[in-house]
């Protein structure tokens, strides 16, 4: 799951919070992986391992 808009008073988990795909009993967790940093090199392996 991503969500959009977290700069502007973190819209996105409030409306995912109101209308879950999964059920809110049934989430454990939430991995906010907004602030990672890769480099170019690391992005391309990446996608080298996921569409090759």
């Not at 409030?14 to 890769?38: G, Q, R």
Request: aromatic letters at 12%; hydrophobic letters at 40%; glycine letters at 6%.
């Amino acid at each position: 799951m991503t969500v959009a808009g977290e700069e502007k008073g973190l819209w996105g988990s409030e409306y995912y919070s109101e209308h879950p795909i999964f059920p809110l009993d049934k989430t454990t967790a939430d991995l906010n992986i907004d602030m990672i940093v890769l480099t170019q090199k690391e992005w391309l392996r990446i996608l080298k391992t996921m569409f090759m």
